[in-house]
């Protein structure tokens, strides 16, 4: 088995509750669980099950992926405090990933060289994550960095007769419904996250980008 696996991947970024084994760079076991806020109750149970499928112990993993946003607020920081406990008593290393990189990569492996192609994931009601990449060989780079763009800009962007993927309800978005699962964030953390393995848990963070503010009823 490689040095670099296995890898425990979790993915909460979203309402997909989504835990992962990757055995080797082709070969995973992962269960999902779909079902708004339902990470706090599911995720350990859905941690030590996917273990025990795979045949995995702790000790025995490399390192534990897990999304670092942007994505949900609370999702996000349940699945970073879960693994921040389980990694720190099985002296593991974890693999911060970008939700949306590992999105990307997943969705470049459907196109072309050289296709350039944006992401836009719903951030509120009212506001989006956009960013632009671009096909490479190996991997995709990043044209245009994340930004939070309104509805407007999200309409301009439909105007340009790009390669649009994502999460927003509008029938203009051009893509396959491709879901970001624990699997993808395991993937990406295999291929591209070495440099970004860490045992200093504390200063982890999630990336929400996007400023919580919290809503009063009136």
């Known amino acids: 088995m ?3 696996l296995p890898i425990l991947a979790v993915e909460t970024s979203g309402e ?3 835990v992962s084994v990757l055995l080797d760079e082709n070969n995973f076991v992962e269960l999902n669980y779909l079902q708004k806020h339902i990470h706090s109750q599911k ?3 859905m941690i030590d099950s996917i273990l025990k499928i795979s045949n995995i112990e702790l000790k ?3 390192s534990i992926a897990v999304s670092i946003g942007p994505g949900s607020f609370t999702g996000l920081r349940i699945g970073l405090a879960a693994v921040k406990g389980i990694a720190f008593g099985a002296d593991l290393p974890i693999i911060p990933v970008p939700t949306l990189e590992a ?3 997943h969705i470049s492996g459907y196109l072309l060289v050289n296709t350039k192609f944006s992401l836009v994931y719903s951030a509120s009601n009212d506001d989006f994550y956009f960013t632009k990449y671009i096909k490479k060989e190996d991997n995709v780079e990043i044209l245009q960095n994340l930004q ?3 509805l407007k800009m999200l309409e301009n962007l439909y105007n340009e007769n790009e390669f649009i993927y994502g999460n927003v309800k509008n029938d203009k ?3 396959t419904e491709i879901e970001l699962t624990a699997s993808k964030i395991g993937r990406w953390a295999y291929l591209f996250g070495n440099d970004l393995l860490t045992f200093n ?4 963070e999630p990336n929400y980008f996007k400023k919580f503010i919290a809503k009063v009823k009136q």
């Open 60 to 62: 025995q993993l490399h």
């Open 201 to 204: 848990y504390d200063y982890l």
């Open 16 to 18: 997909l509750c989504s």
């Open 103 to 105: 999105a990307a990569f």
């Open 148 to 150: 939070l763009i309104d």
């Open 43 to 45: 995720l350990f149970d």
């Open 2 to 4: 490689n040095s670099h």
């Open 173 to 175: 978005i051009l893509r």
